[in-house]
């Protein structure tokens, strides 16, 4: 089957590699879309610390089940199927304590292991999530990151009516703008520099929009209660930190480079008792995103603006880069230099 394939930092490969084939407990899916994320740039570049390469790139998916393994029931050849890509040891410290996306031995399909950006994809059956009637195939690909946005909202805890700031109104930030507004947000205000995905922010409902911080209606009354980065970008974090009001949360949702650091006042966060949190990947998340999706909570289309076919994998990653748009895709069914 064709691949893409990230053989190392920096060095990209669109080759054939064998088809995979069914462990008792698995699935063949035929992939149908594929969606592209900050974590994707980040493996190539080598800022992901958890990538093993060589590794085949693409979690966020959706597809067909064409085969099953010997031990799989309750499932079937042509089933229309999402996947939860996080697969748990189950025996570590922290799945003992339900915290399987902290796992001692944490895998990723598209990360630890091979992923989408291909014809065919393996999948543990238990990872399998059927696909409600009315489920686009396409749509289907945005459960895995809005999976992410329930979990984080999971760690946030707002109180009901809190103010929300969110930096960065690419696909994570506007998946997060929804899903607070939906989580009794009283107001989300979104700072990004593009003034164009600031357009698309104000469409999918934010209260207010800026290039800058200070420029929003609440700059001058204390502050947000939640504030959210969503960029991975040190500047965004460090600015986002001094906007937090006396006892808010502060949430490092982006992705930054494994490497970078970032500075801000510890005598603040004991002072005015700022709360920090992260927000890891997927955690039970997964089946209620799906549902989330299913009736209508996310602008689906809106949402999903580029497709690329395999071969076109770096020029995905470039239109990622440059900002253009908002979810880009990598269809494996189109041919090698169309686009959607």
Same mark, same amino acid.
């Given at each position: ?7 190392? @930092? ?7 590699? +064998? ?37 085949? @790139?693409?979690?966020?998916?959706? %597809? ?13 050849? %042509? ?16 799945? +003992? ?12 399909? %598209? ?96 209260? +207010? ?7 929003? @209606?609440?700059?001058?009354? %204390? ?34 480079p494994d490497q970078d650091l970032a500075q801000f006042s510890p005598f603040r966060i004991y002072n005015d008792e700022i709360r920090i949190v992260g927000s ?61």
């Amino acid at each position: 089957m064709r691949a893409v394939v990230i053989e190392e @930092p920096n060095k990209l490969n669109i080759t054939t590699i +064998a088809d995979p084939t069914p462990g008792p407990d698995d699935v063949i899916v035929k992939v149908a879309a594929v969606g592209l994320c900050g974590t994707d740039v980040h493996m190539l570049a080598g800022e992901f610390g958890p990538t093993r390469y060589p590794v085949v @790139p693409g979690h966020e998916f959706s %597809g067909e089940i064409v085969e099953t393994g010997s031990q799989v029931s309750g499932m079937a050849v %042509g089933d229309l199927v999402a996947a939860d890509p996080a697969i748990y040891c189950g025996a570590c410290y922290w799945c +003992a304590k339900g915290r399987g996306n902290l796992c001692a031995d944490w895998r990723t399909i %598209g990360i630890t292991q091979d992923g989408a950006c291909a014809e065919y994809v393996k999948v543990p059956a238990r990872n399998i999530h059927r696909l409600p009637t009315g489920v686009e195939l396409r749509h289907a690909t945005l459960i895995e990151p809005l999976s992410t946005i329930v979990h984080g909202l999971d760690v946030v805890d707002p109180d009901f009516g809190d103010n929300f700031l969110i930096y960065g109104a690419g696909t994570m930030g506007l998946l997060y703008l929804q899903s607070a507004k939906r989580a009794g947000a009283a107001t989300v205000e979104v700072v990004d520099l593009n003034e164009e995905r600031l357009a698309v922010a104000r469409k999918l409902g934010a209260d +207010a929009v800026a290039t800058s911080a200070d420029a929003l @209606p609440r700059a001058g009354s %204390g502050g947000w209660e939640v504030v959210v980065d969503c960029t991975g970008a040190v500047p965004a974090i460090q600015d986002g930190f001094g906007r937090v009001r006396r006892g808010g949360t502060f949430q490092q949702f982006g992705c930054a480079p494994d490497q970078d650091l970032a500075q801000f006042s510890p005598f603040r966060i004991y002072n005015d008792e700022i709360r920090i949190v992260g927000s890891m990947a997927i955690l039970h998340s997964y089946g209620r995103a799906l549902d989330l999706l299913a009736q209508g909570l996310i602008d689906s289309d809106t949402m999903i603006t580029h497709g690329f076919p395999l071969d076109g994998y770096a020029e995905a990653l470039e239109t990622f880069g440059k900002g253009t748009g908002r979810k880009i895709q990598i269809i494996p069914g189109l041919a090698a230099g169309a686009t959607s």
